[in-house]
């Protein structure tokens, strides 16, 4: 008795093994083979039958021919399951201020841009160089910030550098040593408190029309001791800056290191020709806005054109483009839908056709074809042009303002909440996560070089 289920698994296991062999290598007879096919062959087809046959209306259509029962069946099968599908996802109640309803609205995986075939606009460098820090590097440099941000002076910084462009300047002016660190914008002084942090001996030169002392005797401001202020009555602009003589009464001989912080609001079409006119090559523009939104013409807006992969727009109304833009100004506050971001005349470029200045106090309408060749001679100074990615994935940082779909991927990705917690980052006010608008540096260098 015992010795018989041992010969069958035997006999069994040989099969298996004879089933892998080629028929010329099977050194059994080629009868057996054929019996061992044909009895598989005939068993998978009852398998079949009988499954077909469990199905519904199979067993009782019996004038049907199996295959076709079996179709029917799948296919009723399918239905059933997408109407379940359906109705969850419909009772599934989505509110815009559910920060996960708010990622899974499309039906996508939170991680996905489903911005279409829009995605992010980028300039293009002339030499197709990129820095020289990686996604390691800016998680690293994130755990060393964290606890630096803790001790700012100016704890609710309200229109000025929230916690994204703050750690972004602190990293790129950390990372390239910079011999001296000009800032354009200082507001109450929070970014020059950022510089400082970055490199504590390098001087500082901040342009900006208020001294941030002026800000003490209402409350929180930072003055630097190691900074020289163009402020007050002795500001100037940077365009009007003589950089001979200021370069030459702070020692700098080379020009090519010294980091520039733009944070003014000014034309950045215009500050790339000033700094480019005065020699420097290192900028940094904080806000760097999306087509359609801000107060000035920003680079991210100048290299938004049709022939950039994830650029140009079209206004449309019944496009693709409006009809996405429509759902996902209902959840993001900075997004725009295409009335918003078309002006007279289909104009999508800057802002409705608009090349904003100064806090917007100057706006001047420019065609398409002048938009295009400003973006061609941006890209013919580009050496380098990277964009600060979020901090996190608004999952984690409740921020409701900037579209992620138009933004490139965070550091912590959504998801990671464990990193994000452990890194201490739940600690601080959501309101600081607030502010990101695409932060960018820049290399440049003169066209044709
Ligand atoms: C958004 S705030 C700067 C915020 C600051 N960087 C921070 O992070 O807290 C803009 C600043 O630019 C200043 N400003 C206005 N026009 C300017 C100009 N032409 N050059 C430099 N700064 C200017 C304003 O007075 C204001 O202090």
New binding site residues.
Partial sequence: MSASPRKKQTKMLERALSARRSASHSDEGDEEEDVDESKTRKSSLSLLTRLSNHFFFCHRLNYLPWPLCLTLSLLFLFLIFSLFIHSHRALVSVSPFDYHSRLNIFGHEPLESDFGSLGVPWCRSKHGQTVPWTDKDLLKGLEEFIPIYETRP?KN?M???GFD??FGLWFIARWLKPDLMI??????????W?LRQANPETRILS????HPEKYLKKGPAYVDGNCTYFAGKE?V??GSVDWKRVMKNHGITDRSQVLI?F????NELKRLKQALKAGFRHLVF??NYDTGTGDHYSLRQICDQFYIRGGGHCCFKDSDEARMRAKRRKFWDKAVDVHELCGPGDAWWGVRGYMRD??NHSNEPITYEQHFRNSRFVESVLEVYWELPPVAGPSLTHQTRYDPARAVPPIIEDGRFGLFKRLNLTRFDRSVFNGYTQMVYVQISEPGS
Avoid: C, W
């Avoid at 800032?183 to 002084?189: I, L, V």
């Avoid at 944070?263 to 000014?266: G, S, V």
């Fill in positions: 100016i910084n229109y000025g550098m462009h703050s800032e354009s914008g200082a507001f109450k002084g929070h970014s020059t950022v342009l900006t029309p208020r500001f602009d940077f912080f944070d003014d609001h000014q904080e806000d100064n806090f």
